[in-house]
């Protein structure tokens, strides 16, 4: 048997998580998600780590209210602790049987406290508060709490939604302040760039001389963003590439641990566990952390801890491998199985001009079937593709040939220099792709499960520099 490296409950799906620095260990508060019907109501539940490697999980944190509470549904927040030691746990309150006058069930402002380091939460219902006018009830999520020392004050940003303007393009990030943590006033927004339906999960932080807004939105593209500024007054910059990941891994949050950036999210699943299908709200938490560049901007990646568990090398069946296709399309197919959990990383030298190259996963032995990580330089990204594609009749010419990658799981990359670096986890059903240790898509892998690695390059060539295949060795 061996370790998991992407947790998720035996009974139920991790939902937006919540991770909170304590004493050197890192606390991953997270939705719990149980697919039944009628609905269940949602709880808090707490995973730990010291070391983004052994996962312990405590179960129920934050219960859920009573079928007639406002927090029949305990919904995403965030965690501080006061200067007398006391920590705050603020969330989201919804019950689908309280509609407020847009229709739409209430979403509250909810608070509890612990006194005794986090075990136990106390709530206090009485401080309770929805949105104030000039925007809507239903839109009211997500509080983010955090100190700001340059004004003495606590200020709280949350997840709403104009009540006029155009529908799609109401949402801000509102903001409340405090200076006891119990009453808070409205303020002007934190950020209202009219862009987006609504900006989920808002968080901000500070790393070196730059602050740095997250959130994510379903809008233009379901996302996590970021924006970057030199000061919490803005403005805000949008760097080239200012997305964390891709469709499926969505809702990330972070905290500080050891003076590095850890985001904390949850890979979706698909509807029938098949390519196709629709994605699904909540999944399987996965780790990544942020890598500060020189200019600012941040490129993401798995932590080292977690790649350096793999340290058994297995066998691909790959020789050394120089593919030259200035014309046309090459690619090699190794000769030997691969489990279903396992680690690979590939230096690739890419000829100027080569129209497309990478790896192929889950392969059949004639490399026609399978999953393409292919890079474009040429346009500047990487993408994961797949045949067979889907058939939309049994006519040759109505296999999907003008869907040229998975919908939402299109990366942009500099992919301008000759040498890159390709690194891949797959365990089970679950994916995910890093280029450089700063672009990273993640994803499910559910049709295909033939069981090569590959090689190929399209329209030019490339070098496989070197190669590593590796597994994680088994535990009693």
Request: a negative charge; proline letters at 6%.
């Amino acid at each position: 048997m061996r370790q998991s490296v992407f947790f998720r409950p035996s009974d139920g799906w991790v939902g937006d998580v919540i991770p909170f620095e304590q004493d050197g260990e890192l606390w991953l508060y997270y939705l719990y998600e149980r697919r039944e019907t009628p609905k269940p109501g949602t709880p808090w539940h707490l995973l730990t780590t010291r070391d983004l490697v052994h996962i312990d999980d405590h179960g129920v944190a934050l219960p859920h209210g009573a079928d007639t509470d406002a927090d029949f549904n305990a919904y995403t927040g965030s965690l501080v602790r006061d200067g007398d030691g006391v920590h705050h746990l603020f969330y989201t309150g919804q019950n689908p049987a309280k509609v407020g006058a847009g229709g739409l069930p209430l979403q509250l402002v909810m608070h509890a406290t612990s006194g005794d380091g986090m075990r136990t939460w106390v709530k206090h219902p009485e401080h309770t508060f929805g949105a104030p006018d000039g925007y809507e009830s239903g839109d009211w999520r997500d509080p983010f709490v955090f100190r700001d020392e340059r004004h003495g004050l606590w200020r709280m940003l949350i997840a709403a939604r104009h009540r006029t303007g155009p529908e799609r393009r109401r949402g801000v990030i509102a903001q409340c302040v405090s200076t006891d943590l119990v009453r808070w006033e409205p303020a002007e927004p934190f950020w209202d760039p009219r862009r987006y339906i609504t900006h989920e999960c808002p968080e901000v932080f500070k790393l070196g001389d730059w602050w740095y807004l997250v959130y994510s939105e379903f809008s233009d593209a379901f996302t996590t963003r970021y924006r970057m500024a030199r000061t919490l007054d803005g403005p805000w910059l949008v760097p080239d590439r200012d997305t964390i990941d891709g469709r499926a891994f969505y809702a990330a949050k972070s905290a500080e641990m050891d003076g590095r950036r850890i985001f904390a999210g949850w890979i979706a699943t698909r509807e029938g566990e098949t390519d196709d299908g629709a994605w699904q709200w909540a999944g399987t938490l996965s780790l990544l952390e942020a890598v500060q560049n020189g200019d600012g901007t941040l490129g993401f990646c798995v932590p080292a801890e977690i790649v350096e568990t793999f340290t058994q090398e297995v066998p691909a069946g790959l020789p050394p491998t120089a593919l030259d296709a200035s014309d046309g399309f090459a690619g090699v197919v190794g000769t030997e199985p691969m489990a279903a959990q396992y680690y690979i990383r590939a230096e690739l030298d890419i000829a100027p001009g080569t129209t497309e190259c990478g790896l192929l996963l889950r392969a059949s032995e004639d490399g026609d079937r399978g999953y393409f990580v292919r890079l474009e330089p040429k346009r500047g990204r990487m993408v994961l593709d797949h045949w067979p594609r889907r058939a939309t009749g049994d006519a040759q010419w109505q296999i999907s040939g003008d869907v040229p990658f998975t919908i939402e799981l299109e990366r942009p990359a500099d992919l301008s220099g000759e040498s890159h670096t390709l690194e891949v986890i797959v365990e089970n059903d679950i994916v995910v792709v890093v280029l450089d240790r700063q672009v990273c898509l993640s994803t499910r892998l559910y049709d295909t499960t033939h069981d090569r690695l590959g090689i190929f390059a399209g329209e030019g060539s490339v070098k496989v520099r070197d190669l590593q295949v590796r597994r994680r060795p088994s535990t009693p």
